[in-house]
């Protein structure tokens, strides 16, 4: 049974979820993706220590490239993010760096069955990888990666800025 009040507010809520969803995920991804560039940029490398862990074809790059590729990925990419420029490419980058970080770092080194893999689906260091937080970074990159920053962001200025332009257009 619906109440008028209840379609009431769901028909003021309704319009706003293209615009606040994405800036919500924008910004939580562009903060997380920040904190993760900038400990790397002010740390030491240890990819070093775990690089024939990475996936073909990063396993062929040395450490000290993939760490440089990691780093300004992160940083580069949650600047875009924050401010909604290049979404989709930003997202794109970052949720193929999530994949192999989780590859890499996350995912648990043995299991020998969907129990023991299910244990790693966890924020622990006690064993069977940590790969929750990973998995849910890439739950929120891929909105963005593939509907883009939404209304509130460079992007659509951009692309309403480019649409009145009759050359561009």
Same mark, same amino acid.
């Given at each position: 049974?619906?109440?008028? /009040?209840?379609?009431? *507010?769901?028909?003021?809520?309704?319009?706003?979820?293209?615009?606040?969803?994405?800036?919500?995920?924008?910004?939580?991804?562009? +903060?997380? /993706?920040?904190?993760?560039?900038?400990?790397?940029?002010?740390g030491?490398?240890?990819f070093?220590d775990l690089?024939?862990?990475?996936p073909?074809?990063?396993?062929?790059?040395?450490?000290?490239?993939?760490?440089? !590729?990691?780093?300004?990925?992160?940083?580069v990419?949650?600047?875009? !993010?924050l401010?909604?420029?290049?979404?989709?490419?930003?997202?794109?980058s *970052?949720?193929v760096?999530?994949?192999?970080?989780?590859?890499?770092?996350? +995912?648990?080194?043995? +299991?020998?069955?969907?129990?023991? !893999?299910?244990?790693? /689906?966890?924020?622990?260091?006690?064993g069977?990888?940590?790969?929750?937080?990973p998995? !849910?970074?890439m739950?929120?990159?891929?909105?963005l990666?593939l509907?883009?920053?939404?209304?509130?962001?460079?992007d659509?200025? *951009?692309?309403?800025?480019l649409?009145r332009?009759?050359?561009?257009a």
């Open positions: 049974m619906k109440t008028p /009040y209840l379609a009431a *507010l769901r028909g003021r809520l309704d319009p706003l979820g293209p615009w606040i969803a994405p800036l919500g995920l924008r910004l939580l991804m562009a +903060w997380e /993706y920040f904190e993760s560039g900038r400990e790397k940029l002010h030491s490398n240890w070093g690089q024939q862990a990475f073909f074809p990063f396993d062929q790059v040395p450490a000290s490239v993939n760490w440089q !590729l990691a780093t300004w990925f992160e940083l990419g949650a600047a875009c !993010l401010v909604g420029l290049g979404t989709r490419m930003a997202a794109g *970052l949720l760096l999530t994949v192999v970080a989780t590859a890499a770092v996350h +995912w648990p080194m043995h +299991w020998d069955g969907l129990g023991e !893999l299910a244990m790693g /689906y966890a924020i622990t260091d006690q069977f990888g940590n790969f929750k937080l998995v !849910l970074f739950a929120m990159l891929l909105p990666a509907q883009g920053a939404g209304p509130l962001s460079l659509r200025l *951009l692309q309403r800025c649409a332009t009759p050359a561009l």
